[in-house]
């Protein structure tokens, strides 16, 4: 059974550029949620995708968004990059009907 | 929202103690997880308790629903259980909400 997968571990950017950011949810899992941890803090939801559409998402501006593909996994792009965007992205994925996370290794960003 | 608060805040044990970490939320919830986040930042699972008691070896945890609480307890406590510890409650639709977290360090 292969885990949740993301990339890239470590980038670095600078303010106003655009961050892509990948996840391969685990074997079997349907829907895919997008976290970001800032230092010191417990994870926020930013969105969840199921079937390919957004199905769910927390107080983020627009210029956070995402895809889904139809192998389920996901992206987050974040547009006009802030200094306060800095932080550990996390995905996690889930079966839609028990909604347990798995979470993977998360991307850490910085911006410069 | 809800309102998830995690305490202590910060716990130090000698290795071999056992600790009770306690995670309190303000409504009532479909469900609830404890992880784990280790040094590189992965939320490593324990638990998926939305009600009841789970056991897996040295850890166990407690959800009472009914009193919006959970415990995860550690017994016999060894370097390796050092990390952050959250708590995650599903209240409606797809977000869970996190903690803030227990810091634990486990000294020898």
């Known amino acids: 059974e292969t885990g949740v997968t993301q990339s890239p571990t470590h980038l670095i950017k600078t303010r106003g550029q655009q961050v892509t950011l990948r996840c391969s949810s685990q074997?079997?899992?349907?829907?895919v949620s997008w976290y970001q941890q800032a230092l010191g803090q417990g994870p926020q939801f930013i969105f969840q995708?199921?079937?390919?559409?957004?199905?769910g998402r927390g107080n983020f501006p627009p210029r956070f968004s995402g895809l889904q593909f139809p192998n389920y996994s996901s992206e987050l792009n974040v547009n006009a990059l802030e200094l306060d965007d800095s932080a550990l992205y996390l995905c996690?994925?889930?079966?839609?009907?028990?909604?347990?996370?798995?979470f993977g290794e998360g991307s850490r960003l910085t911006v410069l | 929202g809800i309102q998830v608060e995690q305490s202590p805040p910060d716990l130090i044990l000698q290795e071999g103690a056992n600790s009770t970490l306690r995670c309190n939320f303000s409504?009532?919830?479909?469900?609830l997880q404890w992880f784990h986040q280790n040094p590189w930042g992965q939320l490593i699972n324990l638990f998926y308790?939305?009600?009841g008691t789970k056991q897996n070896g040295r850890l166990s945890a407690t959800t009472v629903a009914t009193e919006r609480y959970s415990l995860l307890y550690i017994s016999s406590s060894q370097t390796t259980d050092s990390g952050v510890y959250f708590c995650?409650?599903?209240?409606?639709?797809?977000?869970?909400?996190f903690g803030t977290g227990t810091s634990l360090t486990v000294i020898p």
């Open positions: 995708y199921y079937r390919e559409e957004e199905n």
């Open positions: 409504d009532s919830v479909n469900n």
């Open positions: 308790i939305p009600s």
């Open positions: 074997s079997g899992h349907n829907t």
């Open positions: 995650a409650a599903l209240w409606s639709g797809n977000q869970f909400y």
């Open positions: 996690a994925s889930s079966l839609s009907w028990t909604g347990e996370l798995f």
